[in-house]
């Protein structure tokens, strides 16, 4: 997990779940193999924490140390050779039984401290640490938990959000049920989470559709999402409500957004098809964009992107057509049309609407804003924004 070839998503679903029993993760923390190193690290946990999920390193390679970590910080077993680690179990320890694999799980306790030793497969992980959330931590906690909601916003910037809602959820501190809110931003979108420490989910629910409805008077349609719905998830939903389909004409995109939009299941009852016309030829020959036109105002130019747009709804007989044309860089750019610069245009049923966005980032970044701007552009004309 310290090199670029592993992603972690175990301490993910642990924190979801013992967040969801009322139980505030404080420190996470990835380590090493190394057992003097682990060793201090829980050490230094034990001081204050009440309980303590480790996963990983219970195989029976040289490699997997964490049972020797806990014998030599708890002194509760030896240790023996290697062919014998996987079967080693301390004093006092429960084992966790593990029917999807060969490594079990164990439970101490020290103190005031629990520790609980889990396989590092998500396969074998996930349904131990499940029935240890149902047997030993949920009754612990009576049905209180710590509850979230997510208001997923995009087409403003995060200081403008913050500006404009912080005088909402500045007050919640105080209330009866306090709501703790966090911001977190990527280029293209923002998220606000709500979390609201209650005795049940019902009282929780009542304190935050209060709050949900409080931000989004003031944030309006830029919140796309408060269920957990990504914005092409959003679009979709939109798109069969009415029953209309969708046709994508892209250049500087390459087909991220065609992709993004068939990455939701069932996508098929309203993606009609997707161009990629990455050069002038291309938008020339697949698209029958005049060449005139090109050379008149540019590849990237609102009146490109237009025709693109209404070219593809054209052929597919759709209802909703997007043209996008930019610059994704790091090359390609001019003072008049830097790096970032992109064209969009959306024609919903003869209605047209056409803007240019000047993106910042890599580019990869300007790829997904100008994929994320024309799937809100969508998303407000088929709200009738």
Request: contains cysteine; charged residues 20%.
């Amino acid at each position: 997990m310290l090199t670029p070839f592993r992603v972690d998503t175990n301490s993910l679903f642990i924190t979801e779940r013992l967040n969801e029993v009322g139980i505030d993760v404080r420190l996470k923390l990835v380590a090493g193999d190394d057992v003097e190193a682990l060793a201090e690290l829980l050490q230094t946990a034990l001081g204050w924490a009440d309980l303590i999920v480790m996963t990983g390193g219970l195989g029976p390679t040289e490699d997997d140390i964490t049972r020797a970590a806990n014998a030599r910080l708890l002194r509760g077993m030896t240790m023996p050779q290697i062919n014998r680690r996987q079967a080693l179990v301390p004093r006092g320890a429960d084992v966790l039984p593990n029917p999807n694999g060969t490594a079990p799980g164990l439970w101490l306790e020290h103190g005031r401290t629990a520790l609980v030793l889990l396989p590092g497969p998500p396969r074998e992980m996930k349904p131990m640490f499940e029935a240890i959330v149902v047997d030993r931590l949920a009754p612990r906690t009576s049905g209180a938990g710590l509850f979230r909601r997510v208001l997923r916003i995009t087409g403003r910037t995060e200081s403008d959000v913050d500006a404009t809602a912080q005088p909402i959820y500045g007050a919640w501190t105080a209330q009866a049920v306090p709501i703790a809110t966090t911001i977190l931003a990527v280029l293209g979108q923002i998220e606000l989470h709500l979390t609201a420490r209650a005795a049940s989910r019902s009282e929780a629910d009542a304190v935050l559709d209060a709050a949900v409805a409080e931000l989004g008077d003031v944030l309006g349609d830029s919140v796309y999402s408060t269920d957990g719905r990504s914005l092409e998830a959003v679009v979709g939903d939109a798109l069969r409500s009415k029953r209309f389909t969708i046709a994508v004409a892209e250049s500087c995109t390459g087909g991220l957004l065609a992709s993004r939009l068939t990455d939701v299941p069932g996508s098929s009852a309203y993606v009609d098809r997707g161009v990629v016309c990455y050069s002038n030829r291309a938008k020339i020959e697949l698209l029958g964009i005049a060449e005139t036109l090109i050379a008149e105002h540019g590849a990237v130019s609102e009146a490109v992107a237009r025709a693109m747009a209404e070219a593809i709804l054209a052929q597919a007989g759709a209802n909703v057509g997007v043209g996008v044309t930019g610059i994704a860089g790091p090359g390609g750019g001019t003072p008049q049309k830097p790096v970032g610069t992109v064209a969009i245009a959306v024609v919903v049923d003869g209605d047209a609407r056409v803007r240019t966005f000047q993106f910042v980032g890599g580019r990869e970044q300007v790829k997904f804003q100008a994929a994320q701007a024309a799937l809100n552009m969508v998303r407000l004309m088929l709200a009738g924004g």
